[in-house]
């Protein structure tokens, strides 16, 4: 009984759990402290939020596992030598990091909207010596404009990466200037294998914005369809399945509630 005790008061204390009884203020203010630490782990050695203890996919990574592990082990049957991978909503970086490393010279096109969360990917890109490419901007379906959207938090999201790409109104001072562009801007000079969207609400204008990167490569996607934010983005999955047809894809299996694995028929 003690040992039983023991163990769970151990657990219960890494887990910073103890933190909830703080008034949600003042639990939100320590979250959002932007202070980063360095983490060396199973998966490669990161820099990450030090205090954001509820974002998952910090927690994912400090605890040497791999945050989408599915979508990772996915990737690994497509992504050949001598290609490219773009990743769409990269967040901290770990999965487009071993993307890289899957075959030998893969280049991962990373992309993360977030300037916050950017310069983390950034910083753990270079401490990794990985093959990849960061690039800060909104991946839709325009380009030559800049959007207005709200800064990342974790107040409303268990993680950083859950954040909606939301346009701020003339009222909300809690804004960042990105500029938007699509994948069909870029001039990729090597095959792309494999393409992973997760882009929390933009995959839609994101995909119709690589069409003839699209028809020129065929290569496998994997994409996030998330009803809640299908809602205030005003379209259905109905929408995503006219889009497969018309580029002559099919929908090869859902991986999870939100995820689905596209190819070519």
Same mark, same amino acid.
């Given at each position: 009984m003690i040992n039983f005790i023991k163990k769970n008061l151990t657990k219960f204390i890494e887990s910073k759990r103890y933190l909830y009884f703080l008034p949600r203020p003042l639990r939100m203010k320590l979250f959002s402290i932007k202070k980063l630490k360095y983490y060396k #782990?199973?998966?490669?050695?990161? /820099?990450?939020?030090?205090?954001?203890?509820?974002?998952? %996919?910090? $927690?994912?990574?400090? =605890? *040497?596992?791999?945050?989408?592990?599915?979508?990772?082990?996915?990737?690994?049957?497509?992504?050949?030598?001598?290609?490219?991978?773009?990743?769409?909503?990269?967040?901290?970086?770990?999965?487009?990091?071993?993307?890289?490393k899957?075959?030998?010279?893969?280049?991962?096109?990373?992309?993360?909207?977030?300037?916050?969360?950017?310069?983390?990917?950034?910083?753990?890109?270079?401490?990794?010596?990985a093959n990849a490419i960061p690039f800060n901007c909104v991946i839709g379906n325009k380009s030559g404009t800049k959007l207005?959207?709200? #800064?990342?938090?974790?107040?409303? /999201?268990?993680?950083?990466?859950?954040?909606?790409?939301? %346009?701020? $109104?003339?009222?909300? =001072? *809690?804004?960042?200037?990105?500029?938007?562009?699509?994948?069909?801007?870029?001039?990729?000079?090597?095959?792309?294998?494999?393409?992973k969207i997760d882009i929390q609400g933009y995959d839609l204008m994101a995909l119709k914005g690589s069409i003839k990167t699209i028809l020129k490569h065929k290569m496998p996607i994997v994409f996030e369809y998330s009803p809640e934010y299908s809602e205030q983005l005003n379209y259905t999955f109905s929408d995503f399945e006219k889009f497969i047809e018309s580029i002559d894809y099919y929908v090869v299996k859902k991986i999870d509630y939100y995820n689905y694995l596209i190819k070519p028929k």
């Amino acid at each position: 009984m003690i040992n039983f005790i023991k163990k769970n008061l151990t657990k219960f204390i890494e887990s910073k759990r103890y933190l909830y009884f703080l008034p949600r203020p003042l639990r939100m203010k320590l979250f959002s402290i932007k202070k980063l630490k360095y983490y060396k #782990t199973k998966t490669g050695n990161y /820099y990450l939020p030090k205090y954001a203890y509820k974002d998952i %996919i910090r $927690n994912c990574i400090i =605890n *040497d596992t791999i945050f989408d592990d599915h979508i990772y082990q996915i990737a690994k049957e497509y992504i050949k030598p001598n290609s490219i991978v773009l990743d769409l909503g990269s967040n901290f970086g770990q999965l487009g990091i071993l993307f890289s490393k899957i075959q030998k010279d893969v280049d991962v096109y990373c992309f993360e909207s977030s300037r916050y969360i950017f310069e983390i990917l950034k910083k753990n890109i270079d401490i990794n010596n990985a093959n990849a490419i960061p690039f800060n901007c909104v991946i839709g379906n325009k380009s030559g404009t800049k959007l207005k959207i709200k #800064t990342a938090s974790l107040k409303d /999201y268990n993680t950083y990466g859950s954040n909606i790409i939301e %346009i701020a $109104n003339d009222q909300n =001072n *809690d804004f960042e200037e990105v500029e938007q562009k699509k994948i069909d801007d870029f001039d990729f000079k090597k095959k792309i294998t494999f393409m992973k969207i997760d882009i929390q609400g933009y995959d839609l204008m994101a995909l119709k914005g690589s069409i003839k990167t699209i028809l020129k490569h065929k290569m496998p996607i994997v994409f996030e369809y998330s009803p809640e934010y299908s809602e205030q983005l005003n379209y259905t999955f109905s929408d995503f399945e006219k889009f497969i047809e018309s580029i002559d894809y099919y929908v090869v299996k859902k991986i999870d509630y939100y995820n689905y694995l596209i190819k070519p028929k």
